[in-house]
């Protein structure tokens, strides 16, 4: 099984802090109710500390998880691989073998970023399109 950050495994830690959540806003309800018999205020007393408790603790809970979860990422982000495409161009690509006559892989400077050249024909004449000749 795996084992947490603490050393526990996964399920008995998700279980500990359930019973957490449970338990300790029962506690504070508990306390609540003893100072809601001895003022006689009834059940607000119980009922707000237990809510409160539940709240807080659920608060907590999300921090924590948070605050993992930010730790994660920093380590998934370590061990990604510094190029954009995760190509190694100087090992990865065999340029004259892969690529077709005249393409590049390099960036053309006449091209604005984000648009991709036009098409140029290799061979023969230019033939209009089926549309062109309707309009004509």
């Known amino acids: 099984m795996a084992r947490g950050a ?4 996964g399920s008995e830690d998700g279980l500990a802090k ?3 959540i449970v338990v300790t806003p029962a ?3 508990a306390a609540g109710f003893g100072l809601d ?3 006689g205020t009834g059940p607000w007393l119980a009922f707000s500390f237990g809510m409160t408790a539940f ?3 659920l608060l907590v ?3 924590r998880y948070a605050e993992r979860m930010g730790v994660h990422e920093q380590e998934l982000a370590a061990s990604r691989p510094s190029e954009r495409r995760g190509i190694q161009r100087d090992t990865d690509l065999d340029e004259p ?3 077709p006559t005249g393409v590049s892989l390099d960036a053309d400077s006449s091209v604005p970023d984000g648009m991709a050249p036009t098409p140029q024909p290799v061979d023969g004449p230019t033939v209009p399109s089926a549309t062109a000749r309707q309009h004509a």
């Open 27 to 29: 506690i504070f309800a």
């Open 61 to 63: 809970e999300w921090y």
């Open 97 to 99: 073998a892969s690529l």
């Open 18 to 20: 359930a019973i957490e």
């Open 6 to 9: 603490g050393g526990g495994n």
């Open 37 to 39: 018999r001895w003022l």
């Open 55 to 57: 709240v807080v603790k």
